[in-house]
């Protein structure tokens, strides 16, 4: 995990590290016994953004199809993160596995990390991302982040106190209009 931590510390997106950690911790409140694949996967799930070759948004019309390619390329630079790390085979492909679909999910353990992920993104990159990209970003990329959420996940999001007061006003923004658009 600390060969992990070192690459994404060279992230120059700020609240990469934090985010990576944050992430671990959500997946361990989720499922406190959740296997080494899933943890390095969760820790390791954003790698790419840490990477001279990173994925960037501005190269894709389509959001969706940004965030799958950062995701098949993270599981690409965390596979041979692991290798020289000498990490068995077995637990290489299934946190590369889980990489891939941390966006999407697709099954259990995916899904699991997809809200560990989401909830991480309320939890610690909301108010660096909100002064970065403004507030209509802000608003765009969690109301994105919401419809990614299982509804144990969002009712954990409901219960967790957001404190930089800027970004809770953007949350509650972003809830009204999730809740609205998800009864109508």
Known sequence: MAAIRRYIAGSSTEEDPAHADN???????????????????????????????????????????FKAAHAHHGAQLLERLL??????????????????LHEVGGNEDADLLRDADSLSYFDTNLPLYLRREGEAEALRRSLWGLRRLSPRGLALLRQ????????????????????????G
Do not use: M, N
């Open 23 to 65: 992430t671990l911790e959500w997946l361990l409140r989720l499922r406190a016994d959740a296997d080494p694949a899933l943890q390095l996967a969760a820790l390791g799930h954003d790698i790419d953004r840490a990477s001279p070759d990173k994925v960037r948004r501005q190269d894709f019309a389509d959001y969706d199809a």
């Open 83 to 100: 290798e020289e790390q000498g990490v068995e085979r077995a637990i290489i492909e299934r946190s590369c596995q889980l990489v891939r």
């Open 160 to 183: 967790h106190p957001v404190t930089d007061p800027a970004a809770a006003a953007v949350l509650t923004r972003a809830l009204a209009l999730f809740d609205r658009l998800d009864s």
